[in-house]
């Protein structure tokens, strides 16, 4: 989850409205990337080819919506997702702080990673059922929605198939947690500066970078993951997953076995193509709406600019500008 720092001239609300619109517009922009890294994760029919032809397939059968499959579960996600994982990484901050206040780098992102652990936990079913709606044939559903999805996964396979590779989840963290150390340590060897003079865009290229590289370490868990989330004996060809197997161990077993190791980095490039954009739409959605924020309260002239308000103190709060404002009028 990407962070922004805290502007005083919005209030609480608004910073969780502007993070939640950029978040939602980010994954639905990204969806399509999504779907095809999914179904190359899982070895359905339609991955059987390169990306292009992959979507193609999948167009041709099911049409072009199916590119948005489960990115309704992916938004209705973010909000418990990110409340939980702001207030456990405040937890984990405090517990790593020294006693003069002060983080280290590592701490900061072992904090981060052991908050989005709990989030993910906390959150699984919902990535569970968005597994299941993007493997599904669309034309031809098992699931009719979200709902529909938990009540049959729950009646028919039991409360632990809402949880099948949670602990891939927690194992994952590792090396995602060891590819952003690695990345945000060498900064400033990449630039050649320190990190507090990182401007705007750099900081973009450094998020993007370091995500990529997790991602990258960490995607066969990732793999591994997905295939436990879409099989089940009581969707169509048990899912669509290209390998049988009895549990986790045996997942990554039978995927290397039979497809080659390689195969556990399978939909890696339509998801390193995802990280740029996602980011991107994610950033400049959140500004567009921090701006209009900020234009609702008086502090700016307009939503499309920075120009701040003549006479405006910006140091007060929304409420305390709202309050100089009303005993203005009252005195006039």
């Known amino acids: 989850m990407a962070t922004w720092k805290r502007d005083s001239r919005l209030t609480a609300l608004q910073r969780l409205g502007c993070a939640g619109v950029a978040g939602a517009m ?19 029919h339609h991955s059987r080819g390169g990306l292009g032809q992959t979507g193609r397939s999948l167009c041709r059968a099911e049409g072009i919506g199916a ?15 990110s409340v939980l994982q702001l207030a456990s990484y405040r937890r984990f901050v405090m517990l790593f702080v020294d006693d003069l206040g002060h ?62 590779g949670v602990s891939l989840s927690i194992l994952g963290a590792i090396p995602f947690s060891i590819g952003s150390f690695l990345v945000y340590t060498h900064l400033d060897k990449i630039w050649g500066e320190p990190s507090l003079r990182f401007t705007p865009m750099q ?3 450094n998020g993007c970078l370091a995500a990529g590289v997790a991602q990258t370490l960490s995607f066969p868990f990732e793999t591994v993951k997905r295939k436990m989330q879409a099989q089940s004996p009581c969707l169509p060809q048990c ?17 290397v076995k039979t497809k080659g190791v390689l195969a556990l980095w399978n939909g890696l490039t339509a998801n390193l193509l995802r990280v740029v954009p996602y980011f991107g739409v994610m950033f400049s959605t959140f500004e567009f709406c921090k701006r209009v924020c900020l234009y609702q309260n008086g502090y700016i002239d307009s939503p499309l600019s920075y120009k701040l308000t003549p006479g405006v103190d910006q140091s007060l709060q929304p409420r305390e500008l709202q309050e100089l404002k009303l005993l203005g009028r009252r005195n006039v």
């Not at 639905?28 to 899982?42: D, K």
């Not at 009895?246 to 077993?253: N, P, R, S, W, Y």
């Open 26 to 44: 980010s994954l639905s922009v990204t969806a399509p990337l999504e779907v095809l890294t999914v179904l190359a994760q899982v070895g359905t």
């Open 239 to 255: 899912g669509g997953v290209d390998v049988h197997f009895a549990g986790l161990v045996d997942c990554f077993k039978q995927t």
């Open 203 to 205: 900081s973009f290229i």
């Open 67 to 81: 590119l948005w499959k489960g990115n309704l579960t992916a938004c209705f996600r973010l909000f418990p997702y």
């Open 103 to 164: 983080i280290s780098q590592w701490s900061s992102i072992m904090a981060g990673s052991l908050a989005g652990m709990v989030a993910a936990v906390a959150t699984y079913p919902t990535e569970v059922i968005k597994t299941r709606l993007i493997v599904q044939d669309r034309l031809k559903p098992s699931y009719k929605g979200i709902l529909h999805a938990l009540y049959l996964i729950y009646h028919q396979e039991g409360a632990v198939a809402l949880y099948r």
